[in-house]
T-cell receptor, first 115, second 116 residues
Framework: AQSVAQPEDQVNVAEGNPLTVKCTYS??????LFWYVQYPNRGLQFLLK??????LVKGSYGFEAEFNKSQTSFHLKKPSALVSDSALYFC?????????????FGTGTQLKVEL | NAGVTQTPKFRVLKTGQSMTLLCAQD?????MYWYRQDPGMGLRLIHY???????AKGEVPDGYNVSRLKKQNFLLGLESAAPSQTSVYFC???????????????FGPGTRLTVT
């Protein structure tokens, strides 16, 4: 079965500094990977996805993610963090068996951007 | 477009009571999903549907039932609520698998349920 791991419960970064939120995956076959963001008391918002092609994927709000097949990683990055980026971030992988476009989510990483 | 909406936003139940959560989407998506979110556990899939009149079990289906009588609606029912069902419930929808690479799911705002 596929899975994703987010090794950090919380990441703290100063505003203006680059940020990285880590995600590693385990799947059989080629992975379809996603990042979502959740602001307090809101639903999840889609940020970006990797299906195939270029290993660097660009998404909403200036975020990007780098797919690394050899390291089975899909880390979320942003060159310059904003206080407004503070939120809960989830990595997810599409389940390849059984249909239904089902996603398996990681446990989430709380990002805190401080002045 | 309203996207995905959920009703109600908050609810408090006593153990043994029943309730139904309503999810509606106006994006003409074929697939719909119900998740629960608990601290430190991410989102876990309860049930999902790949089309009107069809439903299937997810990772944590026990204690829940669902129905998809209309394409745009997906109902989640709790027949006899238990404290372990205290959670935040999210509905989501997506295009089917044969729509190119449009695999992402779109989420509603959530329902916060407390069972006492």
């Amino acid at each position: 079965a596929q899975s994703v791991a987010q090794p950090e419960d919380q990441v703290n970064v100063a505003e203006g500094n680059p940020l990285t939120v880590k995600c590693t995956y385990s799947v059989s076959g080629n992975p379809y990977l996603f990042w979502y963001v959740q602001y307090p008391n809101r639903g999840l918002q889609f940020l970006l996805k990797y299906i195939t092609g270029d290993n660097l994927v660009k998404g909403s709000y200036g975020f990007e993610a780098e797919f690394n097949k050899s390291q089975t990683s899909f880390h979320l990055k942003k060159p310059s963090a904003l206080v407004s980026d503070s939120a809960l971030y989830f990595c997810a992988v599409r389940e390849m068996a059984g249909g239904g476009n089902k996603l398996t989510f990681g446990t989430g990483t709380q990002l805190k951007v401080e002045l | 477009n309203a996207g995905v909406t959920q009703t109600p936003k908050f609810r408090v139940l006593k153990t043994g009571q029943s309730m139904t959560l309503l999810c509606a989407q106006d994006m003409n998506h074929e697939y719909m999903y119900w998740y629960r979110q608990d601290p430190g556990m991410g989102l876990r899939l309860i049930h999902y549907s790949v089309g009107e009149g069809t439903t299937a079990k997810g990772e944590v289906p026990d204690g829940y039932n669902v129905s998809r009588l209309k394409k745009q609606n997906f109902l989640l029912g709790l027949e006899s609520a238990a404290p372990s069902q205290t959670s935040v419930y999210f509905c989501a929808s997506s295009y089917p698998s044969d729509r190119g690479d449009l695999y992402e799911q779109y989420f509603g705002p959530g329902t916060r349920l407390t069972v006492t």
